[in-house]
């Protein structure tokens, strides 16, 4: 299992300064934005695809620093009931799949993306209850007769292409926990499946462990982020965890994005990287760096630090006391 970054937070650098940084502590791969709300700080999509001699100079880049790319990240709306914006946005992901292609990088990160609730409203709806029953209507509508059409067609040209294609799971978002992930992938191909966040599950009263071996059995895990998730008991306690204050609000929020160890204890991460062992999983794990409490430096370098004693370095040996 490697220890990978989102290079995001590190986008004032450039990409060698940046690289040069991730290899000194030890960093094994690297996500790179390449549109979208990401970015493209280090990697300029329009600019590298199809251009045979800009990727030989970041292949050349990688080598030189020890790296893999684990992932392109181009998280955006594809749904939005604005026709341009959706458009933009698919025209994004349709050619992150075709760089990563030709990159020969096995996933793409993004969202799943969220409609409206009807087919004239302007502004994406994020279901959360069937009742009223309208709202059960909105959802029944987004599903069947926006996201599934479009991921139907958007698997089919991920396959063409041999790239699978990893969904956030992300609240505001259609997909925004596992069961809501294995239909989509069902109602698809294998193609689709899940860049497993915990951090957006945390403060949903999900667990963690349970949702990798859930989506373990669907074979459903593409690529992992490794982000926490601290939930803050005394503003849950009085108005729950569904939080509006801004991020930057930190004392009044009911939960934030924390650096790994500061949402859950170094055994929890043991915990989890077992799990995903114990699943299948030998990819990346991608630290997404978005703490307010600290630097993008000395957030990625406390989580890279735990993760280093979490991750497994070696296959499982003989199991020679089970003879």
């Known amino acids: 299992m490697d220890i990978g970054v989102l290079t995001v937070p590190l986008g004032e650098e450039s990409i060698a300064d940046a690289f040069a940084y991730l290899d000194g502590l030890g960093v094994d791969a690297v996500e790179l934005g390449v549109g979208g ?25 990688l080598n030189e620093y020890g790296l893999r790319i684990s ?9 939005h009931p604005d ?5 933009e946005a698919d025209r994004e992901l349709r050619e992150a799949i075709e760089l990563a292609d030709q990159l020969d990088v096995d996933v793409v990160t993004c969202f799943s993306g969220l409609p409206a609730g009807a087919p004239d409203d302007s502004t994406p709806n994020w ?48 997909v925004y926990e596992p069961t809501g992930l294995v239909k989509l992938r069902e109602a698809t191909n294998e193609r689709v499946g899940a860049n497993f ?29 490794a982000k926490d998730t601290k939930v803050y008991d005394a503003n849950a306690r009085v108005k729950g965890v569904l939080d509006t ?20 204890d170094e055994a929890h991460w043991k915990d989890l990287v077992s799990t995903l062992r114990m699943v299948g999983y030998e990819g990346a794990l991608s630290i997404e760096h978005e703490d307010s409490l600290t630097s993008s430096r000395e957030g990625l370098e406390k989580a890279v630090d735990v993760l280093q004693r979490a991750v497994f370095e070696t296959q499982p040996g003989e199991a020679y006391w089970a003879e």
């Open 37 to 61: 709300w990401p970015g493209e700080a280090h990697l300029d999509r329009t600019a590298v695809l199809d251009d045979d001699r800009a990727q030989e100079e970041l292949d050349a880049l």
């Open 71 to 79: 992932a392109l990240a181009i998280h955006n709306n594809p749904l």
């Open 83 to 87: 026709t341009d914006r959706a458009d």
């Open 127 to 174: 279901i959360t209850a069937p009742w009223p029953t309208e709202h059960a209507d909105a959802h029944e509508y987004q599903w069947d007769e926006v996201a599934i059409p479009y991921w139907a067609d958007l698997a089919a040209y991920a396959d063409d292409h041999g790239v699978d294609v990893a969904i956030e799971m992300h609240p505001n978002m259609l």
């Open 197 to 225: 966040d915990p951090s957006h599950l945390y403060w949903q009263g999900i667990d963690a462990t349970e949702a990798i071996r859930y989506l373990g059995d669907h074979d459903a895990i593409h690529h992992v982020h």
């Open 245 to 264: 204050a801004a991020y930057t609000e930190e004392p009044d929020r009911s939960w934030l994005f924390r650096s790994i160890g500061y949402g859950h």
